[in-house]
């Protein structure tokens, strides 16, 4: 069961920021990057933490691609309530720049006659965001393989207090020859009423004891985007 706490650890470290509530270990450095392809577009990301101390993990979170929001947030997570039981919480804060979409203000002139002028067009604006999470989760024995459960949820609000939830529910496996078998359902949704869900199954391969690489699928429930996953993990 230790060797499945671990491993979660880079599962879910590599999915940005659904990190999960185990702390990393102090002083060691993980790293992935990631690139999605789909239908529409291509998205690249890089994810980072670094064990500060027992109970403080520090990170970065960037992503960025030509169509879909781009961010750069730094972050902090901790252990909450009673850490020596099977099922373990978290807390996360982060701070950062995240690009969103708004329609500009402005000023309606009509001089003379003819059809009014068209309105202003949404346009993205990197702004400021406040991220908090909280995560739950606990290691677990299922098909005779160890493997973990979890949930992860956070709040991203920027400096127009429009703020954005989302919510990743994540079940592992751990093989025999020590890669890993994931599936992710993630969610998410706007105070201003837009909302979506994606399935994202993978399999992690490990090539050594500090190195993996994910092979996965992103699909929507909601909608009809899918995407590749293609993704390098580090542990140093």
């Given at each position: 069961?230790?060797?499945?706490?671990?491993?979660?650890?880079?599962?879910?470290?590599?999915?940005?920021?659904?990190?999960?509530?185990?702390?990393?270990?102090?002083?060691?450095?993980?790293?992935?990057?990631s690139l999605e392809a789909g239908d529409t577009d291509t998205y690249g990301a890089l994810y980072a933490e670094y064990g500060a101390a027992p109970s403080?993990?520090?990170?970065?979170?960037?992503g960025s691609s030509l169509s879909r929001t781009k961010q750069a947030i730094a972050f902090a997570r901790w252990p909450v309530g009673n850490t020596d039981?099977?099922?373990?919480?978290?807390?996360?804060?982060?701070?950062?720049?995240?690009?969103?979409?708004?329609?500009?203000?402005?000023?309606?002139?009509?001089?003379?006659?003819?059809?009014?002028?068209?309105?202003?067009?949404a346009r993205p604006k990197m702004r400021p965001v406040v991220q908090t999470g909280f995560s739950i989760g606990k290691g677990i024995k299922l098909l005779?393989?160890?493997?973990?459960?979890?949930?992860?949820?956070?709040?991203?609000?920027?400096?127009?207090?429009?703020?954005?939830?989302?919510?990743?529910?994540?079940?592992?496996?751990?093989?025999?020859?020590?890669?890993?078998?994931?599936?992710?359902?993630?969610?998410?949704?706007?105070?201003?009423?837009?909302?979506?869900?994606?399935?994202?199954?993978?399999?992690?391969?490990?090539?050594?004891?500090?190195?993996?690489?994910?092979?996965?699928?992103?699909?929507?429930?909601?909608?009809?985007?899918?995407?590749?996953?293609?993704?390098?993990?580090?542990?140093?």
């Open positions: 069961m230790l060797r499945a706490l671990a491993v979660t650890l880079l599962c879910l470290a590599a999915g940005g920021a659904s990190a999960g509530p185990w702390p990393r270990t102090k002083g060691e450095t993980f790293l992935s990057t403080l993990t520090l990170g970065l979170d960037l039981t099977p099922l373990r919480m978290a807390v996360q804060l982060g701070l950062g720049y995240a690009e969103r979409w708004r329609i500009p203000p402005f000023k309606l002139v009509v001089t003379g006659g003819g059809p009014l002028p068209a309105l202003p067009a005779g393989r160890n493997g973990w459960l979890s949930l992860d949820t956070r709040a991203e609000a920027d400096d127009a207090l429009a703020t954005t939830y989302q919510a990743d529910a994540t079940v592992g496996l751990t093989t025999r020859k020590g890669h890993m078998l994931i599936v992710q359902l993630q969610t998410g949704a706007t105070d201003a009423g837009q909302s979506w869900a994606s399935l994202a199954p993978s399999v992690v391969m490990e090539l050594s004891d500090s190195t993996h690489v994910e092979l996965g699928v992103t699909a929507s429930v909601t909608g009809g985007h899918h995407a590749a996953r293609l993704g390098l993990w580090q542990k140093f």
